[in-house]
């Protein structure tokens, strides 16, 4: 870092840091100093105040001197509501009822929540050719921008995604003290939340998110989002500003995950912009893999030029492959800047991963297909709305949603249309897990004109033509594919969910904007066109989104490639009393369905009789219980149903929706707080790349092997368990399989149906690789001849021994060992908890839970928590089917 003759001048620049923004320098004090390219994130210390309370314009707002007497302190990046919240002005809207006692921007009008948002921060003022940026990377909706007494914007900015970038070179103090100032506006129209899909559906005038309006699974958020909702950074440059750096990966020919790999070939550019009245020379470098590409350049002034440079053949890449066949090796990429001299004016460092991905159309299944590497991949999806819906996002908490997603072994999640554009973040954690990204951009059928709707306010032709500002809607598409086309995980751009934008947003993206931009990913007019699911079956082209026999999934031909099929997703009761006052903890009735139902408020999704299947729940917490059964079995039959018919009826299956940006009681593998259901361990046994499973149709035992080279000599098995702890073995084989495929084995009905047609029973199904390797563990519950599991309730206790140590930091094996001639023990919970509260630590991450164990044998579940989890105390729980709650200490 700093290089001078002593001390003293290093801890004047490492301070000046700390409490601002100020660059640091290298060379000596007396000598013309060598500037470092900085950044730093404005995150603390700012206050806001309503419009209302703000007498002075912006001019006088932000300068330095002016007294800020009595405002609220500030979240930012944040919403109002977030800052009211944090404030406590407001009570939690997410626990309860309480979301209903926060007044409506409908009903009170913009202003009340227009706010002024003020940080006062230490920048010194700019040197020789410094330049100083002042950027914003979202702001919902618009914003009047001011800087000591200056105001940075001519006009009015809006756009909820389109990013903001001033050139503040010329108005930093010379003293170094800052003001920055920016009143927020919401958006306008703000919707009627009339409780339809989006409201009135007028939230889709806007270039912004339409879920704030409230959906059949979420609740109005009631300032609709109004702030500067992500980050606000100040950056320092010398001269020049590297922008919009891009790095394409083509991986030609078929490739196999290890081994020595053929080059691939890395094209990289960037836009330079020279806001000076001079010319400037120099040259432009990129660096990967410790090697350096570069290109003399002469850039004109006051301009903005873009640089391909010569592209560079990387010899035996570490290949970037989708969670589930091989690991997902980063690249740190740096784009370079030096002037003619050989200073550094500039630098921006991109982390890429090297892979390519196409599709084709599969005449067969009438749908599209993915290629990665050249390999086919069957899609094995997640919708997604948000991480949080107040905004509220940490690069810890998209860590963890996405590696749930990754424990699901699911490979794809798509962010819905009435939502956001992601942001990176979100792209990093799916880059390190493997997980591709389908990317909507902002629309829906519901508020952009493709239903009759009588809750609407505006007719169809009229939706039809949203956002008001079409020019806006083109400009924020841009930017936000600038802002992340560099993510490996980055996989699909989509127009919008079930609509597509109107015709000339649409012709300008296909024919001029994305060619220009971003040529290598493909785009989907909209989430379920047929050039991506032909719909031969009418209706949507999508759905259903209620709970279904799981028979259902296994004999019903589908949409090809259903980018939304869904269900039910409650938690247990753990979750439940995280967000339900404890009045309300009581069973859902016939009358869950009332105004005033906290039930229905929270979105329930009734599970009928698919409850009572496992006999009578004598009170809530038994109703939670037998809910994860559910919720376990539908979401394994889900997929199992659609990878038994992988490439012959389908391409690939997208669960609506596998999380929660809020407490509702519907379609989610864990709730809002992090905590899992049974349904995220459904999905990890049925995804999972080599999977037996069972065809509750025609009894068939089915082997399905999504990874890409044969397997030989694997053994599949299956036995039979009573409800006592008998078992039998029903079928045994040593099988082939193809790379990618689906190998029906043998029907097991009659056998099945002789021993469980009484009382039920379960069925063990393995496959088994080198005579002790077990591959595939998949337990499943069969009923008795009536559809009802009448045997579990007569099950005995298992006396179950349970052991945990601590296997490295953050670590903990919990081993689960049930003695033979007895019961399974079946169904039961692992949680890491609280010593005193016994309450669950989140987030948690387990290699499996809600396990059973088979007499004679024992199971071992991983645990896995972060640095930032306290669990210095921690103890074990588990309770199960038939296995009473136990604590266990961490030996």
């Keep these: ?29 007396e000598m013309r100093p060598i500037r470092v390219p900085t950044s ?30 009595g405002w609220l302190p500030a979240t930012v990046p944040g919403t109002v509501l977030t800052t009211l919240l944090n404030d406590s002005l407001i009570p939690d809207p997410f626990y309860g009822m309480n979301n209903k006692k926060i007044p409506d921007i409908y009903d009170t009008g913009r202003d009340y929540y227009t706010y002024w948002f003020v940080k006062d921060f230490h920048q010194n003022a700019p040197l020789d050719n410094e330049q100083v ?52 506006y919401p958006p306008d129209p703000v919707g009627n939340p009339n409780g339809g899909q989006g409201g009135d559906g007028t939230i889709g005038r806007n270039v912004g998110s339409q879920y704030t309006a409230g959906w059949d699974w979420i609740q109005p958020i009631h300032d609709r989002n109004t702030g500067l909702w992500d980050k606000v950074t100040i950056e320092t440059t010398n001269t020049i500003e590297l922008e919009y750096p891009h790095v394409i990966t083509v991986v030609p020919g078929k490739r196999f995950p290890g081994g020595l790999q053929a080059p691939a070939i890395i094209e990289a550019s960037a836009d330079i912009m020279n806001p000076t009245d001079h010319e400037v020379d120099g040259t432009l470098e990129f660096v990967i893999g410790g090697n350096t590409v570069s290109k003399g350049v002469t850039l004109q002034p006051d301009t903005t030029t873009k640089v391909r440079l010569p592209d560079y053949t990387l010899k035996n890449p570490k290949l970037w492959w989708p969670n589930g066949y091989d690991e997902q090796p980063l690249y740190k990429t740096a784009f370079r800047f030096k002037g003619s001299d050989g200073q550094l004016m500039d630098e921006k460092e991109v982390t890429t991963g ?9 005449k067969h299944t009438k749908s599209r297909q993915v290629l990665v590497n050249g390999q086919r991949i069957f899609i094995k999806g997640g919708d997604w709305i948000v991480s949080d819906a107040m905004l509220r996002f940490t690069p810890q908490r998209y860590d963890a949603e996405v590696r749930f997603h990754r424990d699901m072994n699911l490979n794809l999640i798509r962010i819905w249309g009435g939502s956001i554009t992601e942001r990176p973040e979100f792209y990093a954690a799916c880059d390190k897990y493997g997980i591709l990204v389908f990317q909507d951009f902002w629309m829906s059928g519901d508020c952009n004109g493709k239903w009759l709707d009588p809750q609407k306010k505006e007719d169809q032709w009229t939706r ?30 989509c127009g919008g969910n079930e609509i597509p934008p109107p015709e000339d947003i649409l012709t300008a993206m296909q024919d001029s904007l994305l060619p220009a931009l971003d040529s290598t990913r493909y785009f989907f007019n909209y989430s379920n066109v047929d050039s991506m699911s032909y719909n031969s079956l009418g209706g949507n082209g999508d759905g259903a989104y209620h709970i279904q026999p799981v028979e259902h999934f296994w004999e019903y031909h589908s949409f090809p490639f259903n980018s939304e099929i869904g269900s039910v997703g409650m938690g247990d009761y753990r979750s439940l009393e995280r967000f339900i006052p404890p009045r309300d903890l009581v069973m859902p009735d016939s009358n869950w369905m009332g105004l005033d139902s906290v039930w229905r408020y929270h979105k329930y999704l009734g599970y009928g009789k698919h409850i009572t299947v496992y006999g009578k729940p004598a009170d809530l917490k038994d109703f939670a219980e037998k809910a994860q059964l559910v919720n376990y079995n539908q979401y394994r039959a889900l997929m199992e149903g659609t990878i038994s018919h992988m490439w012959d009826w389908y391409t ?102 002789k021993l469980f047609s009484a009382r039920g029973g379960f ?64 169904f039961n919970r692992v949680s890491l908890v609280d010593s005193l509260t016994r309450k669950r630590i989140l987030p948690v991450f387990y290699s499996d839970n809600y396990v059973s164990v088979l007499p004679g044998e024992e199971k071992t579940v991983y645990i896995d928590y972060t640095n930032e989890v306290n669990a210095s105390d921690a103890v074990i729980s588990i309770s199960g089917w038939n296995v009473g709650k136990k604590y266990v200490e961490i030996r």
Excluded at 9 to 29: D, H, M, N, V, Y
Excluded at 783 to 809: C, F, H, I, W
């Design 1 to 29: 870092m700093y290089k001078g003759s002593s001390a003293v001048p290093l801890l004047i620049a490492l301070l000046a840091t700390l409490q601002g923004c100020a660059p640091l320098f290298i060379g000596k004090p």
């Design 133 to 184: 940026w002042l950027k914003f990377r979202g702001v919902n909706y618009g914003c009047d921008v001011y800087l000591n007494g200056h105001k940075l914007n001519a006009k009015t900015h809006y756009g909820m995604f389109l990013r903001q970038t001033y050139n503040i070179t010329g108005f930093i103090s010379k003293d170094g003290n800052n003001r920055l100032a920016a009143l927020v």
């Design 354 to 362: 090297i892979r390519q991905i196409e599709t084709r159309w599969n």
């Design 652 to 753: 690939g299956v997208i669960i609506w929706k596998t999380q929660n940006p809020w407490t509702a009681l519907r379609g989610q593998m864990y709730d809002y707080y992090l905590d899992p259901n049974g349904g995220l361990y459904g999905l990890h046994h049925a995804d999972e790349p080599l999977h037996v499973m069972f065809d509750p149709v025609d009894s068939m035992v089915i082997v399905a092997n999504h990874t890409f080279r044969p397997v030989h000599d694997i053994m599949v098995q299956a036995r039979a368990y009573d409800i006592s702890g008998k078992d039998s073995t029903v079928l045994q084989w040593l099988v082939e399989l193809s790379p990618g495929s689906v190998q029906k084995i043998n029907p097991i009905g009659k056998a099945l149906e």
């Design 763 to 826: 069925l063990s199904l393995r496959l088994i690789a080198n005579s002790d390797s077990l591959v595939s563990d998949n337990l499943c519950w069969l009923p008795d001849s009536t559809g009802n599991y009448s045997g579990l309730e007569q099950m005995a206790k298992a006396q179950v021994a349970v052991s945990a140590r601590r296997v490295g930091d953050g670590k903990v094996a919990v081993t689960i060992s049930d003695p033979a001639g007895g019961p399974l023990a079946f």
């Design 40 to 69: 730093c994130q404005l995150d603390s210390g700012w206050v806001c105040a309503n419009i209302k309370n703000v007498n002075v314009p912006g001019d006088d707002l932000s300068k330095p001197t002016f007294g800020l007497t």
């Design 464 to 493: 039809r033509k949203y956002p008001d500002n079409h020019g806006l809607f083109l400009a924020s598409v841009a930017d936000q594919i600038r802002m992340l086309r560099n993510h490996p995980s980055l996989a699909f751009y």
